[in-house]
């Protein structure tokens, strides 16, 4: 099992940037898919962002490619989102999750088996 633990959400205007966390413990020796997903108030949680920690791998969902980049620090267990250029329609909760280990990365998040509380991001 692998617990996740996500941080650095909040409020910031339209046009600014913002890096959220997700750190984790437990099994962090295997390799595996962590994703960042998000869910805004009344829509489905979307993919955002996924990196496989074995190699690096990563994939950004369109509405995020270009202005956001997820990368990890496998010593201190840690997985992070840079999230640039920000919108309004970028406000929503965001959830770090990771599969179990060893497969490959998806969009969907029924795939995902260890999901963090999610830290809020505020756009406006």
């Known amino acids: 099992d692998v617990q996740l633990v996500e941080s650095g959400g909040g409020s910031v205007q339209a046009g600014g940037s913002m890096r959220l966390s997700c750190a984790a413990s437990?099994?962090?020796?295997?390799?595996?898919?962590l994703g960042w997903f998000r869910q805004a108030p009344g829509k489905e949680r979307e993919g955002v962002a996924t990196?496989?920690?074995?190699?690096?791998?990563?994939a950004y969902t369109d509405s995020v490619k270009g202005r956001s980049t997820v990368s990890q620090d496998k010593e201190k267990a840690m997985v992070y989102l840079q999230m640039n250029s920000l919108k309004p329609d970028d406000t929503a909760m965001y959830y770090c999750?990771?599969?179990?280990?060893?497969?490959?990365?998806?969009?969907?998040?029924?795939?995902?088996?260890?999901w963090g509380q999610g830290t809020q991001v505020t756009v406006s």
């Open positions: 437990g099994n962090t020796g295997s390799s595996r898919c």
């Open positions: 990196i496989y920690t074995g190699g690096s791998q990563t």
């Open positions: 999750a990771a599969r179990k280990p060893g497969v490959y990365c998806t969009w969907a998040s029924k795939d995902y088996d260890y």
